[in-house]
Nanobody
Framework: VHVVESGGGLVQAGGSLRLSCIAS????????MGWFRQSAGKEREFVAV????????HYGDFAKGRFTISRDNTKNTMYLQLNTLNAEDTALYYC?????????????????????WGQGTQVTVSS
């Protein structure tokens, strides 16, 4: 299984970015997928999750109203639209795949739920 994130970069506060995650080596459309982030000195933090069809999503409190998760199963790709960014959003953003079940687990916000991870894409927001 290969998971690759892209789309990170340096952006000014108030700006936007769109992150992408491409996965291969497994039946992409069967599994829920999530985004996490980790900044220096902090634990990995849940950002958002999307179920296999894209019809169910959940967000961390800080992400609600600013971030949007989506997926295109025809392209084996998941996205995270980041809007109204601020300095606190600076982090390494990871894509993760929950291959433990074809239904979204109730512990979707826990990193331990996810089987496969990418290397991350860095988002840096300048104030």
């Amino acid at each position: 299984v290969h998971v690759v994130e892209s789309g990170g970069g340096l952006v000014q506060a108030g700006g936007s970015l769109r992150l992408s995650c491409i996965a291969s080596g497994l039946p992409f459309s069967l599994y829920a997928m999530g985004w996490f982030r980790q900044s220096a000195g902090k634990e990995r933090e849940f950002v958002a999750v999307i179920n296999r069809s894209g019809g169910i999503t959940h967000y961390g409190d800080f992400a609600k109203g600013r971030f949007t998760i989506s997926r295109d199963n025809t392209k084996n790709t998941m996205y995270l639209q980041l809007n109204t960014l601020n300095a606190e959003d600076t982090a390494l953003y990871y894509c993760a795949i929950d291959s433990k079940s074809i239904t979204m687990g109730s512990d979707y916000y826990q990193p331990e739920r996810y089987s496969y991870w990418g290397q991350g894409t860095q988002v840096t927001v300048s104030s």
